[in-house]
């Protein structure tokens, strides 16, 4: 079973900072594009971002420029770090490959944006 293990939420402020990290395992990471997620109850499970094994990143318009993809190789970690914050942000949010995501989820990390 694939294991992803996903941290670094929290409560944080509009406007504030958080960085996520999820440590997936090795056997699927070094060869997949990875992605971040995100889902809000009663919704669907979105993609936020994503990154090629080469580093090439995509973000969604909602994100994109306060949002960052990273990706170490040699630590089969993916990052995502989040500035600006708005309530919006507001979810859980999962790491996984792309596409299509593995059926098998981590436990997710909640965010929650509020003042």
């Known amino acids: 079973q694939v294991q992803f293990v996903e941290s670094g939420g929290g409560l944080v402020q509009p406007g504030g900072s958080l960085r996520l990290s999820c440590e997936a395992d090795g056997r699927i990471f070094s060869t997949n594009t990875m992605a971040w997620y995100r889902q809000v109850p009663g919704e669907t499970r979105n993609r936020v971002a994503s990154?090629?094994?080469?580093?090439?990143?995509y973000a969604v318009d909602s994100v994109k420029g306060r949002f960052t993809i990273s990706r170490h190789n040699a630590k089969n970690t993916v990052y995502l770090q989040m500035t600006s914050l708005k309530p919006d942000d507001t979810a859980v949010y999962y790491c996984?490959?792309?596409?299509?995501?593995?059926?098998?989820w981590g436990q997710g990390t909640q965010v929650t944006v509020s003042s």
């Open positions: 996984n490959k792309f596409p299509p995501p593995f059926d098998s």
């Open positions: 990154i090629s094994v080469d580093g090439s990143a």
